[in-house]
C-alpha cells in the first residue's frame, strides 16, 4: 500500500505524542485536594476523561502535522495531490468507535451519579439558606441551631437542604467536588459526605448580584469527636440562636 | 473599508441592468416556501408557551394538572368567532380566485370584523374577568397566551384590511394575489393556534376559582 | 454643506439619528401619557417604550421599510441595485442596499466593530483580573462590562454568521442574489439598533449584573440596564430569524441547473443547517426574553416562586432555564457551523485534493443541528431541574461528538496525501482545527454530569466555549475572510502581516484557553469580579491576561492588514487560489448579479487531481474583461 511508510510513522509517533500530551495535561490541569467521598469516586472520571482528551487531541493533530511536513507541496512542483473521494468503511469505524467510548461514558457517568446520590440511612440533615450575600445553616436535629459557619462531621453522609432567600446562588465547595444551585421558593439537596478534617470555603458559584464575588463562605470538618464536642460546647453555651424562619418572603422552609 | 466600494460595478457590463425581479412563478414559489417556514418558526413560539403552560399551572401540592376559572360562555363564543371568521376568508381567498371582487371585498371585511370583536371578547371582556396579572402562574400564563395570540390576531386583521383596501383598488387578479393567499394562510394560522389554546386554557384540568 | 449633505444621506448616519429621535420621541411619550393619567412616572416602561420607538425609527429612517410601506397602500416598487447614481459608489456600502455581496460586506464589517467594541471590554475586565483584589474598577462596572462582553461578542458572531452566508452563499450555488433582497436588507439594519441597544444598557441605570444568560430572578431584580439588554437581545431575534429563512429558501429554490444538494459546496450546508436551528429556536429564546421583560413591567409572575395566594401556583425560574437554552445551546452550533463549513470548503483548496467524504460532513452538520435541539439540559445538570433528566441529558449531550468526529476524521482524510500549502487562510484553518478540537473535546468532560458538578460555573467551562468559539467561529471567519478578501476587494493582502496576525493570534490563544481551564479546575469561579489570592491561581490569571494582549495586538494587526492592502496591494490574480468554486471563475470583485448567465453544474466541487474534471461549465465571459 501506498502510504504505508506514513502509517506507520504515524502509528509509531501517536502514542508518544498522546504521553506527552497526557504529561502536559496533567501538569496543567490540577485539581483541589478531593476530601469527600463523592470527590474520591468522581476523580476517576477525570482522569479518564484527561486521557481521553490527550490521546484523541494527540490522534488528530499528529495527523495533522505529520501531513503539513509529509504532504506539503514542494517548490515547483504544480501537481495536485492523491485522488481519493473517501472511503465508507473508515468513515463507519470512525463513527462507530466515538459511539462506544461515548456511550459507556455515558453509562458510567449514569452509575456514577446514583453512586454519588445513594443516601446513606443514618445521614445527617443540614439546613443551608443562600441570601444575597451570605450563607446560614440550621441543624433540625440539634433544635434548629442555627449557625453561620457550616461546621460538619467527617466519615459521615450530609444532606444539605438547601433554598435561597432571594436570587439563584450556587453551593460549591471545590475540595468536595459537587455543586447545587440554591433556588428561591424551592428546596434542593445535595449528599455530601467529607472526609478529611479541615477548613474549607464555601464558594457561590452562581452569579447573584452585586458582591456575588464575596458571598464566601467557612466550612469546618472536624472529627466525629471533635464535632460532638462541638455540639455540646454550642448548646451550653446557649448560643447559635433557632432560626426566625419567617426571615424569608419565600413561600418554602426546608422540609426535615 | 470603503475603497472596496469602487468594487461591484467597475467590471461589470451590464450598466443598464439595475433592476432584477425574478421570473414571477419563482417568486411566488419563494414566497411560499418562506411563509411556510415563518409558520414553522411560529410554531416553535406557541409550542413553547403551551408547555410553559403545562409546566406552571399544576396543583402545588398534588402536582395535578389544573386551570384557573374563565367565563366558560365567553371562552365558547370567542372561539366560534374566530373559527367562522376562517370560513370567510377562505370564501374571501377563492371569490378572488374566480375574480369576483365583490365576494371578496365584503368577506374580507367581515373576516376582519370578526377578528376585531374576537380581540374585543378576549381583550376588552375576558382581561377584565377573574383573572389579575399579578395572579402568580395562572395570572402569567394567561396574559402570556392570549396576549401574544391577540398580537398575531391584531397584525392579521391589519393585514387583512391592507388586502382588502389594496384588492379593492385592484391590485390583485385571479392569477396574482399572492398577497391574499399569504393573508389567508396566515389568519388560518392563527387561528389554528387559537384551536390549541382554548382548551389549554379553557378546558384541560380541574379548575380552580380564584377571588 | 454639500459634504453635510452626503452624509446625512448614508443611510447609517439616518438609522442612527431615527434611533435617538425614536428613543426621545418613545420616553417622551410615556413620560407625557402618564403624567396626563397621573400616574407616576415609571422609567423603565419609558426607556422600554424608547427602546422600541429606537428601533423602529431607525429602520424608518434608514429606508428599510420604505418598499413594504409603499405596497401596504398598494405603490409597486421596483429592486433597484446597482449603485447609487447621484452619489459616490462608496455609500452603497453605508446605505440600505439590496445587494447580497453588499450586505454581506457590511454584515462583516459590523461584526469586526463590534468585536473590537467586545474585545476592549474584555480587555478591561482582564485588567482587573491580572491581580487579586479590586484594582480600577467597582464591582458592578465589573458585572456590567462583563456581561456586555458577552452578549456583544455573540452578537458579534452572528452578525459574523450573516456575512458568510450572505457574501457567499448566492454566488456559490450560483443565484443572482438572495431569494428575498429586501428582507435581507432588513435583517442586516435591524441588527443596527439592537446592536446599540446592548451597548447602551452599558451606560443606562446602573448597566447589569446577569451575564449574557439572565436567569430570574435576578435579571427582574436587576437595575435598569437589565431591561435595555433584554430588549437589545430581543430585537436581535428578528434579524436572526429572517435572514435564516431568506438563507434556507435561496438554497432550496436558487441554485444553478444541475447543482443537486450534494454538488453544493460544503459550506453551504453549514450555512443551511445553522439557519435551520436560527429560523426555529430564536422563537423560544424570544420568548423567554419577552416573558422577562413584561414580568419587570406589568408583573406577570412568569419566575416569581412566590405565589401570591395559596392555592394559585407561583412561577419557577428554572423555567426560564429551559426556555432559555433550548435556544442557546443551538446556537452554539450556529456559530459553528458555517465556520466548520469554511474549514471543509478551503481544505480541499490547499491540500489539492477532494473533500474526503463530502456525504458525510454534509450530513454531519444536518446532524449535529438536530441532535443539539436534544441536549439543552446539560447546562442545568446542577439547576435544580427535575433529577431524572440528568441522565438523558447526559447520552444525548455525548452522542453530538460523533458527528463532530466525523468532520475532523474527514478532515484528516482530505490532508493526507495531498499537495498542502500555506497561505494565511490555510494556517488559519489548521490553527482552527488544533483549537476547536481541544474545545470540542473539553465537552465531553462537562456532559458527563459527575464531572460537571465541579466544573459548571467554573473558568472551565470559560476555556471550553473560548476555544469553540474561537477555533469554530473566529479562526475560520479570519480565514475566510483572507480567503475571499482579493473576491471582494480585488486586491491582495499582505502576506507577511497575515502571517504575523497568525503567529501571534494561534499562540496567543492556546495560552489563554489552558490557562482558562486550569484554573478552572482549581476552583475559580466565573462572573466574579475579584479572587483571593493564595490559591495559586494569581500567576494564571497573570498569563490569561498577557495572551489576551496578545490577541488583540494580533487583531489590530489584520485590521492594518485589511484597511491597507486595498489601497497599496497589487491587483489579484483572478483565481489566486486555483478553486474550483464558481466564484473564482468569475471576475473580482463579482459583476452586480454575479454571473452573466446561469452556469451549469456539470461535475463535483471538489476533485482537484482529477484531470480534465470541471465542476462548472460557466458561459463565455464578455471581453474586456
Ligand atoms: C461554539 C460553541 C460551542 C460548541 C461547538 C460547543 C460544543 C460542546 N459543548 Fe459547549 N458551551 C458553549 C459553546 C459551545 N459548546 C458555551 C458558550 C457554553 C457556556 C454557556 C454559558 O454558560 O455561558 C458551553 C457550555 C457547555 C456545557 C455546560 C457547562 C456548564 O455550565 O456546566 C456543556 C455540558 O455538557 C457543554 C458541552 C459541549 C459538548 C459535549 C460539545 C460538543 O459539541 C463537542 C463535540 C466535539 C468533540 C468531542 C471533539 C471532536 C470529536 C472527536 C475527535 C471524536 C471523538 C470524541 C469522543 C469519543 C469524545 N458545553
Ligand atoms: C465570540 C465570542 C467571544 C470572544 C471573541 C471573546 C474574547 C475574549 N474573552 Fe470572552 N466571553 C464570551 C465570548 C467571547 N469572548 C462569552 C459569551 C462570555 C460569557 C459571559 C457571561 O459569563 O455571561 C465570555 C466571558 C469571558 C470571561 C469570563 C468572565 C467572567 O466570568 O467573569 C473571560 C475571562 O477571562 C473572557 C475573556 C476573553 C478575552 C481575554 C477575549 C479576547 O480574545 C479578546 C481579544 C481582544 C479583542 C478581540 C479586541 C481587539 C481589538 C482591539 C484592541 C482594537 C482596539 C481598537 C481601538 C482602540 C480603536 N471572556
Ligand atoms: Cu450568591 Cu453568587
Ligand atoms: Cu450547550
Not at chain 1, 85 to 100: A, M, S, Y
Not at chain 1, 200 to 229: K, N, T, W
Not at chain 2, 56 to 82: F, K, Y
Not at chain 3, 398 to 418: C, E, H
Amino acid at each position: 500500500m501506498k502510504y504505508r511508510k506514513h502509517f506507520t510513522a504515524i502509528i509509531v509517533i501517536t502514542p508518544v505524542v498522546a504521553l506527552l500530551t497526557y504529561l502536559v495535561l496533567n501538569a496543567i490541569y490540577k485539581l483541589p485536594i478531593a476530601a469527600s467521598e463523592e470527590a474520591v469516586i468522581i476523580e476517576d472520571m477525570f482522569q479518564a476523561h484527561f486521557i481521553l482528551i490527550s490521546a484523541l487531541f494527540a490522534l488528530v493533530m499528529t495527523f495533522m502535522f505529520y501531513s503539513i511536513f509529509a504532504f506539503r507541496r514542494q517548490p515547483g512542483d504544480e501537481e495536485d495531490g492523491d485522488h481519493f473521494h473517501g472511503n465508507t468503511v473508515l468513515e463507519i469505524v470512525w463513527t462507530v468507535v466515538p459511539l462506544v467510548i461515548v456511550l459507556f461514558f455515558g453509562y458510567w457517568g449514569a452509575v456514577m451519579l446514583s453512586d454519588i446520590t445513594a443516601p446513606e440511612p443514618d445521614e445527617m440533615v443540614v439546613e443551608v439558606y443562600g441570601q444575597q450575600w451570605s450563607w446560614y445553616y440550621i441543624y433540625p436535629e440539634m433544635d434548629d441551631m442555627r449557625t453561620s459557619e457550616l461546621v460538619l462531621p467527617a466519615g459521615e453522609q450530609i444532606r444539605l437542604e438547601m433554598t435561597a432567600l432571594d436570587v439563584l446562588h450556587s453551593f460549591w465547595v471545590p475540595e468536595f467536588r459537587v455543586k447545587q444551585d440554591l433556588v428561591p421558593g424551592q428546596i434542593h439537596h445535595l449528599r455530601i459526605t467529607p472526609t478529611i478534617p479541615g477548613e474549607y470555603r464555601l464558594r457561590c458559584a452562581e452569579i447573584c448580584g452585586v458582591q456575588h464575588a464575596y458571598m464566601l463562605g467557612d466550612v469546618i470538618v472536624l472529627s466525629p469527636d471533635e464535632f460532638e464536642e462541638w455540639v455540646e460546647e454550642s448548646e451550653l453555651a446557649g448560643e447559635p440562636v433557632p432560626a426566625p424562619r419567617t426571615e424569608s418572603s419565600v413561600a418554602g422552609t426546608p422540609a426535615d | 473599508m470603503a475603497v472596496t466600494a469602487e468594487g461591484h460595478h467597475e467590471h461589470h457590463d451590464f450598466h443598464e441592468e439595475h433592476e432584477l425581479e425574478l421570473p414571477y412563478a419563482q417568486r411566488l414559489q419563494n414566497n411560499r416556501l418562506g411563509l411556510w417556514i415563518f409558520i414553522i418558526s411560529e410554531l416553535f413560539l406557541f409550542v413553547a408557551i403551551l408547555m410553559a403552560r403545562f409546566y406552571l399551572w399544576r396543583d402545588p401540592a398534588t402536582g395535578a394538572v389544573i386551570r384557573p376559572e374563565l367565563d366558560q360562555v365567553l371562552g365558547l363564543v370567542t372561539t366560534m368567532i374566530l373559527l367562522v371568521s376562517s370560513v370567510f376568508m377562505a370564501l374571501g381567498e377563492s371569490a378572488m380566485e374566480r375574480g369576483d371582487r365583490k365576494t371578496f371585498s365584503w368577506s374580507l371585511l367581515l373576516t376582519a370584523a370578526l377578528g376585531t370583536l374576537f380581540l374585543i371578547g378576549v381583550v376588552g371582556l375576558e382581561w377584565r374577568g377573574h383573572v389579575s396579572p399579578r395572579d402568580g402562574a395562572f395570572g402569567a400564563i394567561f396574559f402570556g397566551m392570549t396576549g401574544l395570540h391577540a398580537l398575531h390576531v391584531l397584525s392579521g386583521v391589519i393585514l387583512i384590511l391592507i388586502v382588502w383596501w389594496n384588492g379593492r383598488k385592484g391590485a390583485f387578479t385571479p392569477e396574482r394575489h399572492w398577497g391574499v393567499e399569504a393573508t389567508a394562510i396566515y389568519w388560518h394560522f392563527v387561528d389554528v393556534v387559537w384551536v390549541f389554546f382554548y382548551p389549554t386554557l379553557y378546558l384541560i384540568g380541574d379548575a380552580v376559582p380564584i377571588h | 454643506m454639500r459634504t453635510l449633505a452626503l452624509l446625512f444621506s448614508l443611510g447609517i448616519v439616518r438609522a442612527l439619528v431615527g434611533q435617538a429621535v425614536g428613543m426621545a420621541f418613545g420616553y417622551g411619550l410615556v413620560a407625557v401619557l402618564r403624567q396626563a393619567l397621573g400616574l407616576e412616572p415609571s422609567p423603565e416602561a419609558a426607556w422600554v417604550s424608547g427602546a422600541l420607538f429606537s428601533v423602529l425609527f431607525a429602520l424608518l429612517f434608514a429606508g428599510v421599510l420604505t418598499d413594504w410601506l409603499k405596497w401596504a397602500v398598494g405603490k409597486e416598487t421596483e429592486l433597484r441595485h446597482g449603485p447609487p447614481e447621484d452619489k459616490p459608489a462608496w455609500t452603497r456600502y453605508f446605505g440600505v442596499d439590496y445587494n447580497h455581496k453588499v450586505i454581506g460586506i457590511q454584515y462583516g464589517v459590523a461584526s469586526l466593530l463590534v468585536l473590537m467594541i467586545g474585545g476592549i471590554l474584555a480587555l478591561i475586565f482582564r485588567l482587573e483580573l491580572s491581580f487579586p483584589g479590586m484594582q480600577f474598577l467597582q464591582e458592578t462596572t465589573y458585572n456590567t462590562i462583563f456581561s456586555a462582553h458577552g452578549i456583544i461578542m455573540i452578537a458579534s458572531i452572528l452578525l459574523g454568521v450573516g456575512a458568510m452566508g450572505n457574501y457567499l452563499v448566492p454566488m456559490m450555488i450560483g443565484a443572482p442574489d438572495m431569494a428575498f433582497p429586501r428582507l435581507n436588507a432588513f435583517s442586516f439594519w435591524i441588527g443596527v439598533p439592537s446592536a446599540v441597544l446592548l451597548v447602551l444598557a452599558m451606560f443606562i441605570g446602573n448597566g447589569w449584573d446577569t451575564g449574557w444568560v439572565a436567569y430570574p430572578p435576578l435579571s427582574i431584580r436587576g437595575p435598569l440596564g437589565t431591561q435595555l439588554f433584554l430588549l437589545g437581545f430581543y430585537i436581535n431575534g428578528f434579524a436572526s430569524i429572517a435572514s435564516a429563512i431568506n438563507i434556507i429558501v435561496t438554497v432550496l429554490t436558487m441554485r444553478a441547473p444541475g447543482m443537486s444538494l450534494f454538488r453544493m459546496p460544503i459550506f453551504v450546508w453549514g450555512s443551511l443547517s445553522a439557519s435551520l436551528i436560527q429560523a426555529t429556536a430564536t422563537q423560544t429564546v424570544g420568548l423567554a426574553l419577552l416573558m422577562l421583560t413584561t414580568q419587570r413591567l406589568f408583573g406577570l409572575g412568569f419566575f416569581d416562586p412566590t405565589a401570591p395566594t395559596a392555592g394559585i401556583p407561583p412561577g419557577d425560574p428554572i423555567l426560564y432555564q429551559h426556555l432559555f437554552w433550548f435556544y442557546s445551546h443551538p446556537v452554539v452550533y450556529v456559530f459553528v457551523l458555517p465556520g466548520l463549513g469554511i474549514i471543509s470548503e478551503l481544505l480541499p483548496v490547499f491540500g489539492r485534493k477532494p473533500l474526503f467524504g463530502y456525504k458525510w460532513i454534509a450530513l454531519s452538520s444536518v446532524a449535529i443541528a438536530l441532535v443539539g435541539f436534544l441536549v439543552w439540559s446539560h447546562h442545568m445538570f446542577t439547576s435544580g431541574m427535575s433529577e431524572f433528566l440528568r441522565v438523558p441529558f447526559m447520552f444525548s449531550t455525548v452522542l453530538v461528538a460523533i458527528p463532530t468526529g466525523i468532520k475532523f476524521f474527514s478532515w484528516i482524510g482530505t490532508m493526507w496525501g495531498g499537495k498542502l500549502v500555506f497561505p494565511t487562510p490555510m494556517l488559519f484553518v489548521l490553527g482552527a482545527i488544533s483549537v476547536f478540537l481541544i474545545g470540542g473535546l473539553t465537552g465531553p468532560i462537562l456532559g458527563t454530569v459527575p464531572t460537571d458538578l465541579h466544573l459548571h460555573d467554573s473558568y472551565w467551562v470559560v476555556g471550553h466555549f473560548h476555544a469553540t468559539m474561537f477555533g469554530g467561529f473566529v479562526f475560520p471567519f479570519f480565514a475566510a475572510i483572507y480567503y475571499w478578501y482579493p473576491k471582494i476587494t480585488g486586491r491582495m493582502y499582505n502576506e507577511r502581516l497575515g502571517q504575523l496576525h497568525f503567529a501571534l493570534m494561534v499562540p496567543g490563544f492556546w495560552l489563554m484557553s489552558l490557562a482558562q481551564m486550569r484554573l478552572g479546575l482549581l476552583g475559580m469561579r466565573r462572573r466574579i469580579a475579584d479572587y483571593e489570592a493564595g490559591l495559586g491561581l494569581d500567576f494564571t490569571h497573570a498569563i490569561v491576561t498577557i495572551s489576551a494582549l496578545i490577541i488583540a495586538w494580533a487583531i489590530l494587526i489584520m485590521v492594518y492588514n485589511l484597511v491597507a492592502s486595498a489601497r497599496t496591494e497589487p491587483v489579484a490574480a483572478r483565481n489566486p487560489w486555483g478553486s474550483r468554486s464558481p466564484e473564482w471563475q468569475a471576475p473580482s470583485p463579482m459583476p452586480e448579479f454575479n454571473y452573466d448567465r446561469p452556469f451549469e453544474v456539470v461535475g463535483d466541487p471538489y476533485d482537484y487531481g482529477l484531470p480534465g474534471s470541471r465542476y462548472v461549465d460557466m458561459s463565455p465571459v464578455a471581453a474586456g474583461d
